[in-house]
Structure formats: structure tokens, C-alpha cells
């Protein structure tokens, strides 16, 4: 077995563990269309990635519930492989934590759908995102939902501006799992900052964390599917 299985495990979601950036496509199916205002905003530098995430989210329609978004979440697939990756870490007790710059309710409803934290199995993952918060209001009989986002893993100090410091977020776990070493495995601009500070990176094939890992010349792979991480950590 590689001694790099032997470390830590950080994983990003969106665009990683699943195709897309889910909370991309639930803004794309239920927020008003000047949410792309706003990220446009972000990839311009002109509001942090947190604030992005925040005034985004208040955009969701208010005829939607948390059990339409979660029926919505539950037909979303991981990527090929992700289940046996997970499976075969908590078998043999390795460290593996998702942290997302995400939304956690969606991550949760997505992994219990394809098996993973759910009461009937035995595999278990930590996740680290933002959390979703939801209020029902009543006005004349009618009632809506409000939307918001709670940081709990915000650090002022990040680099990367987002709602979850993952820098600060390993760095910590990694006193709790006792490991000096990690390795991530990401996709994008959310993933730069934690790269430069990981032993071994594990970049998605032709996307702008493989890109950045080649011009900064870190350690390295790409991939498409995680099979191919589980088959490079086994030799």
C-alpha cells in the first residue's frame, strides 16, 4: 500500500466528489437570474467568495422548502468511484474529511442518497461547510421561505476570502487525527490555497487546480474518476 493512503484524506464536493457545482444548479433552477450578477462580481474581485455564497443563497425561490431541495439533491449522483474510494478508507480506519466551501444540507442529502452517512450503512464521513439555515414566515396566510447561510468555519483571516477556511480547517484536524501529512483532492479556484499547503494533490483532469498545481510545480496527479485514486494509493 502507498504510504500516502496512510495520510489524511481532504476532499473538496462541488466539482470533485460530484460533476457539477450543485449549488450552482440549484441557483440555476430556483434562484432569480441575478445571482450570475453576483458571481461575475466574485470572479471580478470585487465582493469575497463568503459574501458571494451569502447574497446568493437569499435568492432561492420562497416557494421551495428544505424537503423540495432535499428531493431535488437525492436524484444527484457521485462521481464514478467515490463510494469504493469511501468505503475502503473507513474500512481500514484511514482520516478522511470533505470540506466544502458548499452548503451542508445539500452535501448530506446527496451522500445518504448514494449511501454514505446514512443510518443504514456503516460508512461515515466527516463534512465541514457552510451551514444552511431556513426560516417560514407567514404574511396575510401566506407562507414563504427565507433562505440564509451561518459560517461556523469562517476565519477572517483566510486568503481565499470563503465561507470555510480549509487551511485552517486541516491544519486543525490534523491534530485530531494525530497525522502530520495530507493529501487533497479537489477541482478548482476554491482548492489554490489548501494545494500550497498539502503534501500530494489530487487535481480533476483539465481543470484550474491541475493548472495551478503544474505552474506552481506541486506534487501531483490528475484524475477523472476516483478508481484511479484508489488504484494510485494501492501501489
Do not use: H
Given at each position: 500500500m ?15 466528489l ?27 474581485n ?45 474500512a ?16 448530506e ?10 443510518p ?6 466527516q463534512?465541514f ?6 426560516q ?12 440564509d ?44 490555497c ?6 500530494f494533490?489530487f ?8 493548472q ?12 477523472e474518476d ?6 494510485f494509493?494501492?501501489?
Amino acid at each position: 500500500m502507498n504510504q500516502i493512503s496512510q495520510w489524511l484524506a481532504v476532499c473538496d464536493f462541488d466539482g470533485t466528489l460530484v460533476n457539477d457545482d450543485i449549488t450552482d444548479l440549484i441557483l440555476e433552477n430556483f434562484a432569480d437570474n441575478s445571482w450570475k450578477n453576483i458571481e461575475n462580481d466574485w470572479i471580478n474581485n470585487k465582493i469575497s467568495a463568503k459574501q458571494c455564497m451569502q447574497q446568493q443563497i437569499k435568492l432561492l425561490s420562497t416557494r421551495i422548502d428544505k424537503n423540495f431541495l432535499a428531493d431535488f439533491c437525492k436524484k444527484i449522483k457521485l462521481r464514478s468511484g467515490v463510494f469504493e474510494f469511501f468505503q475502503q478508507r473507513n474500512a481500514q480506519n484511514l482520516p478522511t474529511i470533505i470540506v466544502s466551501d458548499g452548503i451542508d444540507f445539500v452535501i448530506e442529502q446527496i451522500l445518504i442518497a448514494n449511501g454514505i452517512n446514512s443510518p443504514t450503512n456503516n460508512i461515515k464521513i466527516q463534512v465541514f461547510s457552510n451551514n444552511l439555515q431556513v426560516q417560514n414566515n407567514n404574511n396575510n396566510n401566506n407562507i414563504f421561505n427565507i433562505f440564509d447561510l451561518q459560517f461556523p468555519f469562517y476565519e477572517a483571516k483566510c486568503l481565499a476570502g470563503s465561507g470555510v477556511c480549509k487551511c485552517a480547517l486541516t491544519e486543525q484536524y490534523k491534530k485530531t487525527c494525530q497525522k502530520s501529512k495530507f493529501f487533497l483532492v479537489g477541482d478548482g479556484l476554491s482548492d489554490v490555497c489548501l494545494a500550497r499547503n498539502a503534501d500530494f494533490v489530487f487535481c480533476r483532469k483539465g481543470y484550474k487546480l491541475s493548472q495551478f498545481c503544474e505552474q506552481q510545480k506541486l506534487k501531483y496527479a490528475e484524475f477523472e474518476d476516483f478508481s484511479e485514486i484508489s488504484d494510485f494509493l494501492q501501489k
